[in-house]
């Protein structure tokens, strides 16, 4: 396993135990101070509850195009992202041909009553009821669950930082998320990769954490480890079948002041030597409450990055008008 990127098991944290709590929070603050990334076990979600997503996903991804045009979207919206669609690579200044995978996005949709806010923020998911039905049951559950882990793990970066439990769970009382579920089929289906094209170009997160559940694969996950930091730029990603992959993303890096990077990656394309290989992943992206002021953490816990603050929806939505491909 990577000295960078470790992983780290719940267990003692949830144990209660003052101690293994705070040793926890240690070895969390260190990871995310060099890559921004790591795994977790111990969070409870099993891998039959992620196995069923995937397989409800599957079946929609399986239908013909005409089908799933029916609830195409583009970035930000709550349907069907047909490849093509997004160059994450953009969001950083990277010029790169757009991302090889399709997507199926759902999201937070309870109205707060504010209209602004709602209709952009929580949209009203939409589902494929009459060809895919069992895709809504599974995707509400797997909602739900992730955003109580994400909550938890709110609390133990709380603690990692040296703040009160609530400090960042304080602002996720209504907060905006969002699950992709990324298609990566094979070239068979996605054509031969053209030169600097990846399944996901190169960037960061933008919000607070990220919580992936991945497949293995030859043309997976990447993360950039500096060598300041201990890594030799980009690598593949650790992976273990029972492990969440946990990285934070822009808001979260700023709210430290720059003590812990946004984790830094990528998804390569279709390997030469497995170009068929299909992989899914499940991509819950948590925020934050509706126009957060996110102020940098100052004093001897912070970093030392001079960030202004910032409002997260404004922020957010810059970043994915960035990424939209025109």
Known sequence: MSASIPVIDLGPWLSGDPDARARTAAAVDAALSRAGFLLI???GVGAAERERVRAAARAFFALPTEAKQRYSVGVGGRGWLAKGAEANGYSEGTPTPPDLKESWTVGADQPTGDAEIDAFW?????WPQAEVPQLRTEAEDYLGRMRTVADEVLRLLAAALGQDPGFFTDHTGHPTYTLNINWYPGTG???EPVPGQFRIGPHTDFGTVTLLDRQQGKGG????VAPEDGGDGWQDAP???DALTVNIGDLMARWTGGRWKSGRHRVLPPSPDAPEEDLMSLVYFY???PHT???PVGGPTGGPTAYRTVDSSA????KLDAITVK
Not at 122 to 126: A, R
Not at 221 to 224: C, F
Request: charged residues 15%; proline residues 7%; aromatic residues 14%.
């Open 189 to 191: 289906v996605v054509g």
């Open 293 to 295: 002021q996110v102020t």
């Open 122 to 126: 929580f949209q009203p998911n939409h």
């Open 239 to 241: 992976w273990e079948p």
């Open 221 to 224: 996950l990447q993360v950039y």
């Open 287 to 289: 925020e934050c409450d």
């Open 41 to 43: 076990t111990g969070h």
């Open 315 to 318: 922020y957010l939505r810059a």
